[in-house]
């Protein structure tokens, strides 16, 4: 590594009082020096410390005016209102004009799992299924349906986009086509201490993060998906998380109800049963669709009611969204706000020795896909049925767990065959 770009790591980390992620770098081999210089000059600490001191004054207090966003109820459409907006989707879907956006970039490491979350094998009989090879032939299905194929794009992150792959090479895609598939990474951020500190990984590395799945907008742009998706014509993108093992990625539906009400976002949601449960529900801030965090909501936001009767401040995100490519391209030249998250991260001490705390030491930030939707006046939210499109994998301890994602998808397609 030349001289010169020594001298530019020192000069930035003594303007940042960052010295000491350079204590070990004379024990360091050529190689890892490199990497550490690298990761210094490109990590921009002007955006790290601005969101670490906006963080520190902002006391998270809810400033908006809070009120509720519509919803349609799928089970309330008669035949003919789904039939036509059915019709309205599958002529999009039959243009090759829909793609689906997979965000993928996360570990399995809160299911005891080492290795991408999408790797993660749910224990299904006769044979286990991976949650790609799950999210692989929901897409297949359409693709049979409507006899095209959707290009399929997928979020890794720096952590395990290789181990992505190679999964993905090993089981031949899952019988997807090859050229239609496209991996992408997502960005990361600095993790910081409380002390104002970034921290060292290894010796040789600082610890870093995926700063959120609304970052997504912003990797594809970087990434060219963008570009590509405008020269093959796609007009409506699809996003999902990879642990819902009953996703409907590819929903005419959902599309149709969009194009028909002349809305560029649209969103599923499904009903909160517990006021006090800890999920984040859709409303309107500032007369703007968001998102309401379930820790600013009180038992009385909960049960609030309108004059019919139906609670205004219970329909809960699902992490299943449709964006137009316009309002897609719209976002990806935005900033989105940063969330902070206190964490317990380990790091490499002063004298080189791997501290491993046993309570939260440091914070993360991350945007979130849904901080999106402040940027449009309305939003098309569709209230489905959790037993039909609602099964994700969080943890082993949590209501979301392995076993009970596999009771629902086995109970699921077993009645869709009947």
Known sequence: MDSDYLTKAKDILKKYHQEHLLYFYDELSDDEKNKLLNQILSIDFEQIFRLYDNSMTNNFALTQELSPLEHFEKSSF?????????????????????????????????LGYHGPKGTYLLNLKPVKKSLFQIM??????????YSITIPWFIMTSDENDMATKEFFEVNNYFGYPRDSVTFFKQGKLPIINVDRNLMLQEPYLIREASNGNGNVFLSMSKNGILDEMKKLGIKWISF???????????????LGLTIDKNEQI?????????????????????????????????LELSE???????????????LSHLMSIDAVDKVSKIELPYHRAYKKNS????????????????????????????????????????????????????????????????????SAEV
Do not use: H
């Not at 059915?86 to 956006?101: D, P, R």
């Open 78 to 110: 008669s035949k003919s209102e789904i039939d036509r907006y059915v019709s309205i989707g599958e002529n999009v879907l039959k243009q090759n004009s829909f793609a689906v956006v997979t965000m993928a970039g996360g570990q399995g490491s809160r």
């Open 347 to 414: 790091f490499v001490n002063d004298e080189g020795v791997k501290q491993v705390p046993d309570k939260p030491n440091s914070f993360k930030f991350e945007n979130f896909i849904f901080d999106a939707f402040l940027y449009f006046d309305n939003m098309i939210l569709l209230r489905v049925n959790a037993d039909e499109e609602f099964a994700p994998i969080k943890d082993f301890t949590g209501i979301y767990n392995p076993d009970t994602a596999k009771e629902k998808y086995l109970k699921f397609w077993k």
């Open 240 to 254: 999902g998380g990879i642990d819902n093992v009953l996703l409907k990625n590819v929903d005419p539906l959902l």
């Open 304 to 318: 609030k009611k309108d004059e019919n009767g139906k609670f205004l401040y219970r329909e809960a995100n699902m």
């Open 266 to 298: 649209a969103s599923k949601s499904i009903f909160k049963k517990e006021p006090l449960e800890k999920t984040a529900v859709y409303c309107k801030k500032d007369g703007k669709p968001a998102i309401l965090d379930y820790c600013d909501i009180d």
């Open 136 to 145: 692989c032939e929901d897409i297949l299905r359409a693709n049979k349906k």
